[in-house]
């Protein structure tokens, strides 16, 4: 496989088998990504993964938050005012992830059993937090999205299935305390990970892109 067609196959699965990747796979995966590029070299990355039972206890303590209606209390500030085509895609993004689990935009118990498998880690035998220290900025950020589309090219490549969840940012605490998080650095986002149910329904869900057009300009 090449990276072109890892990047045409790939796509967020949020449905996994009960079967765990065996920690050398694993090891392998970041120990590959780590080579991804950074702002000068600074690779200002942390990984922290969870599996077995840690996961298992973390998956129960962040369902109980969300349960709770616990207020989510982000280390770096959430996203930004979304506008226009931005803002549209964000919709369609949402209403195209509900209709395919037949759920109506109005049903509200419906979405919120939706966004609890943010928490349930869609059932994912794995989660990997992305972290970097607190004192870092914007730069810092795009390396961390570089280093993640990297780690999630090489699992296409090995036949994982992962998805990234800025949602696993909210509830910090069970994560400092289960996961082995440096001190000095917040959560820009979680990945589960696992093998694929390809039976599960949601995994179903497909997002297009904007044509090339859309997206950039060509000046000569
Ligand atoms: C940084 C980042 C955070 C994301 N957070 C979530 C999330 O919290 N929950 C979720 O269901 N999907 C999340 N996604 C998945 C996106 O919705 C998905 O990548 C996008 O809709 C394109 O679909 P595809 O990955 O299937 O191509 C996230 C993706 C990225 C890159």
Redesign the pocket.
Not at 120 to 141: D, I, K, N, W
Not at 178 to 204: K, Q, R
């Given at each position: 496989m090449n990276v072109s067609e890892a990047l045409q196959t790939?796509?967020?699965v949020?449905g996994y088998l009960d079967e765990p990747v065996p920690d050398t796979v694993i090891r392998e995966v970041f120990d590959t990504a780590r080579l991804a590029a950074s702002n000068t070299n600074t690779q200002p990355w942390h990984v922290a993964v969870v599996s077995g039972d840690a996961c298992d206890r973390l998956r129960d303590e962040l369902c109980a938050l969300f349960d709770a209606g616990a207020e989510q209390d982000r280390g770096f500030p959430g996203g930004a005012r979304l506008e226009g085509v931005y803002l549209d895609r964000q919709r369609a993004?949402g209403f195209g992830y509900y209709a395919t689990m037949g759920v109506e935009r109005k049903d509200m118990e419906g979405r919120a059993r939706i966004a609890r498998k943010?928490f349930e880690l869609f059932g994912a035998p794995h989660v990997a937090f992305f972290s970097m220290p607190r004192t870092c900025g914007y730069p810092q950020a795009v390396d961390l999205?570089i280093l993640?589309q990297t780690v999630m090219l090489v699992m296409v490549e090995k036949g994982i299935g992962c998805?990234?969840?800025?949602?696993?940012a909210g509830y910090p605490g069970p994560v400092r305390e289960i996961a082995d998080l440096p001190e000095e650095n917040e959560i820009l986002?979680g990945l589960s990970f696992g093998y694929e149910d390809t039976e599960a329904h949601i995994n179903t869900?497909?997002?297009d892109r904007a044509a090339l057009d859309e997206i950039a300009t060509f000046t000569s």
């Amino acid at each position: 496989m090449n990276v072109s067609e890892a990047l045409q196959t790939r796509y967020s699965v949020r449905g996994y088998l009960d079967e765990p990747v065996p920690d050398t796979v694993i090891r392998e995966v970041f120990d590959t990504a780590r080579l991804a590029a950074s702002n000068t070299n600074t690779q200002p990355w942390h990984v922290a993964v969870v599996s077995g039972d840690a996961c298992d206890r973390l998956r129960d303590e962040l369902c109980a938050l969300f349960d709770a209606g616990a207020e989510q209390d982000r280390g770096f500030p959430g996203g930004a005012r979304l506008e226009g085509v931005y803002l549209d895609r964000q919709r369609a993004c949402g209403f195209g992830y509900y209709a395919t689990m037949g759920v109506e935009r109005k049903d509200m118990e419906g979405r919120a059993r939706i966004a609890r498998k943010n928490f349930e880690l869609f059932g994912a035998p794995h989660v990997a937090f992305f972290s970097m220290p607190r004192t870092c900025g914007y730069p810092q950020a795009v390396d961390l999205g570089i280093l993640l589309q990297t780690v999630m090219l090489v699992m296409v490549e090995k036949g994982i299935g992962c998805i990234a969840q800025g949602s696993l940012a909210g509830y910090p605490g069970p994560v400092r305390e289960i996961a082995d998080l440096p001190e000095e650095n917040e959560i820009l986002f979680g990945l589960s990970f696992g093998y694929e149910d390809t039976e599960a329904h949601i995994n179903t869900v497909r997002m297009d892109r904007a044509a090339l057009d859309e997206i950039a300009t060509f000046t000569s």
